[in-house]
């Protein structure tokens, strides 16, 4: 069995904030008298918000770990359905249920953000053991959980972009490398994937794509424009306000970045192309609605691509942005898919031009 210090060893040596809840449970099951652990966190869609197990595990050695990108919002328990967990989230306290009796087994439920900064940022830690937990193991809990926050929070703040608090482009590279994988090549089957004794790193992870992973850009219609009228502060606004409305429209588990200036890009896994389109429809509508204050109607333009195999981040994002002038040239306030693009022979309309990153 590993100690204490050696759990925290492995917490602060993680350069990959996905795997952190994954560190965190092992260390737990390992170094408390517990039969199970569970983390979840809240995802939402639209309004509706529901529990996503991300790492369940039991002293015996089974468990999994959920990919959120592939997870079917449908399938996830509302929020309020588990009044114990929910309760526990509400006060931001932690809660114990003695399900069988005083004497008996307990449940301890454990806010695993206590602040919740961001809306991603919510969710519990439940943990399952024949007793109440000691005040020396409630200790270990509470170091553990400690150094889990602040790997969090510093490895969020690396891939963060300091405007609008999406994720940035570094943090686009790391994902599409490490978590856009087919199968993970660790037995992913259906939504998740069964637990190794240890997590590779992602330098010998294979680079193979699932067909159903969807990467799409955005770029405000006239953004410079409204930078040359309005000045820069203005801009800047409306650059975080479409960062809102992304929030607002996308589901908690789909990747948002701002690549610079107004470019935007999403990732997300989706079983078919129209429902992309969708998404990028409301998105789109959503922006067309939306009265952006001293500006007053703002549009965008969307392009998307399905991720391939043999793609890289740049590939990839170069096909969505061709979708993107496509679009533009022929709009604006417009989404277009471009496999589309390719089906209808529209490519050869446009010149070819690289992927450019605007800082």
């Not at 991603?120 to 399952?128: L, S």
């Not at 990028?280 to 007053?296: H, I, L, T, Y």
């Amino acid at each position: 069995m590993a100690t204490l210090i050696e759990h925290i060893i492995k917490l602060t040596d993680h350069r990959d904030r996905d795997l952190l809840e994954l560190t965190l449970a092992k260390a737990l099951i390992d170094l408390l008298p517990i039969q199970r652990i569970v983390v979840a966190k809240v995802a939402s869609e639209e309004g509706i918000r529901r529990w996503l197990d991300i790492v369940s595990m039991d002293a015996r050695g089974g468990g999994k770990v959920v990919d959120p990108l592939r997870v079917d919002f449908q399938t996830l328990r509302p929020v309020e359905d588990a009044k114990d967990r929910f309760h526990c989230l509400e006060s931001a306290s932690q809660v114990e249920v003695a399900w069988a009796g005083e004497a008996g087994p307990r449940i301890t439920y454990l806010p695993l953000y206590p602040n919740n900064a961001h809306n991603d940022e919510a969710g519990v830690v439940e943990i399952h053991s024949g007793a109440s937990l000691t005040s020396e193991q409630s200790q270990v809990f509470e170091v553990l959980h400690r150094v889990f926050l602040n790997m969090y929070r510093l490895l969020a703040y690396s891939d963060r972009d300091a405007l609008t608090g999406l994720l940035n482009r570094k943090a686009l590279d790391h994902t599409f490398y490490s978590a856009v994988l087919e199968e993970m090549d660790h037995g992913l089957e259906g939504e998740t994937r069964v637990l190794e004794a240890d997590v590779l790193p992602v330098s010998e992870r294979r680079h193979r794509v699932p067909p159903n992973y969807w990467l799409g850009t955005v770029q405000v219609d006239g953004f410079e424009a409204i930078g040359d009228k309005k000045g820069p502060l203005i801009a800047e606004e409306v650059l975080l306000l479409v960062a809102r409305i992304m929030n607002n429209t996308f589901r908690t588990y789909d990747r948002l970045y701002r690549l610079g200036g107004d470019q935007f890009a999403v990732l997300m896994h989706c079983p078919n192309e129209a429902l992309v389109l969708a998404a990028f429809e409301r998105f789109r509508s959503n922006m067309e609605k939306f009265n952006f204050p001293q500006v007053g109607r703002v549009t965008a333009c969307a392009g998307f691509t399905r991720v391939t195999a043999d793609d890289s981040p740049d590939t990839t994002l170069e096909r969505a942005a061709r979708a993107v002038e496509y679009a533009q040239h022929n709009g604006p306030n417009r989404v277009i898919s471009h496999g589309d693009l390719e089906r209808q022979g529209l490519l050869a309309e446009l010149p070819a031009t690289g992927f450019v990153e605007l800082l």
